[in-house]
C-alpha cells in the first residue's frame, strides 16, 4: 500500500480500494462489465467501479443520494444508471444480466435475508459474482426490548421488523441453500461478514 493512503480519510479509501480490486479480481476486471450497487448511498464505490470501466447501475430508496451520485459520477467524467427504489426488487431490472451484485453496509435493509440473496442470485449471469460486506447482530449489542425481539425474529423466524442487522454466518446461509452457487466468506472482523458467491453456470 503506497504513501498516498495516511490517516483515517486515507484508510477509507484504503479499505474502498481494496474492496473495489477483490471484485475486479473476482470477476476478471472491470471494463465492460454490468455492475449493480445495492444500496449505493452516494456512490463512492459505484464511481469508482464506473471509472475503471465498468457499466454500473444503483440503486438506492433515496432520490438525494442518487442525485450526489450523479454529481459524484460527473466529477469524475464517468456515469451511472441511477433506480429510485427497493434493492430487494433488483429482479424487476433484469432477469439475469449483470456479471457482478455489490451490496456494501446496506444487507440490513433488505426485507428478508433469505429472498433477498435468491433474487440477488436471479439478477446475476451464470459465472456472475455478488460480494457483501455486513454489519453483524454484534454490531449493535445495546437494544430496547422492542429491538431486541426484532432480532430474535430475524434470527429465529426469518422475519424482518424495522432493519436488524443479519446473525453471524446468515449471508453465507442463504446463498448456500440456493445451491446455486460457490461461496467464500471472510469472518476476520468480528461486527462484519464478507461474503462472496460466485453463480454456477446452471
Ligand atoms: C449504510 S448506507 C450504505 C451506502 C453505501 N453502500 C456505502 O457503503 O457507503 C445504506 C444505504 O441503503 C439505502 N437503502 C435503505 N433501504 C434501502 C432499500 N430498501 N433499497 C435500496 N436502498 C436502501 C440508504 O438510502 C443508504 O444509501
Request: hydrophobic share 45%; charged share 20%; with cysteine.
Amino acid at each position: 500500500m503506497g504513501s498516498d493512503f495516511v490517516g483515517i480519510r486515507g484508510a477509507v479509501r484504503a479499505g474502498r480500494y481494496s474492496r473495489s480490486t477483490r471484485l475486479e479480481v473476482a470477476i476478471g476486471g472491470y471494463c465492460g462489465k454490468r455492475i449493480i450497487d445495492l444500496g449505493s448511498g452516494t456512490g463512492q464505490f459505484a464511481a469508482e467501479f464506473a471509472y475503471r470501466g465498468a457499466e454500473v447501475t444503483c440503486i438506492d430508496v433515496s432520490a438525494t443520494y442518487l442525485s450526489m451520485v450523479r454529481q459524484r459520477m460527473n466529477n469524475m467524467g464517468v456515469m451511472a444508471h441511477l433506480v429510485t427504489g427497493y434493492m430487494d426488487h433488483v429482479t424487476r431490472l433484469t432477469d439475469g444480466a449483470f456479471d457482478a451484485a455489490f451490496c456494501h453496509v446496506s444487507w440490513y435493509y433488505c426485507m428478508n435475508d433469505l429472498t433477498f440473496a435468491k433474487r440477488i442470485v436471479a439478477a446475476l449471469r451464470p459465472g456472475g459474482v455478488a460480494l457483501i460486506r455486513a454489519n453483524i447482530d454484534a454490531f449493535e449489542v445495546a437494544r430496547s426490548p422492542i429491538r431486541s425481539l426484532s432480532y430474535w425474529l430475524n434470527q429465529h423466524m426469518f422475519l424482518k421488523i424495522g432493519h436488524p442487522h443479519p446473525p453471524r454466518g446468515r449471508i453465507a446461509f442463504a446463498f448456500r441453500r440456493l445451491g446455486a452457487t460457490e461461496i467464500s466468506t471472510n469472518y476476520d472482523d468480528p461486527l462484519v461478514d464478507v461474503v462472496l458467491a460466485r453463480k454456477l453456470p446452471s
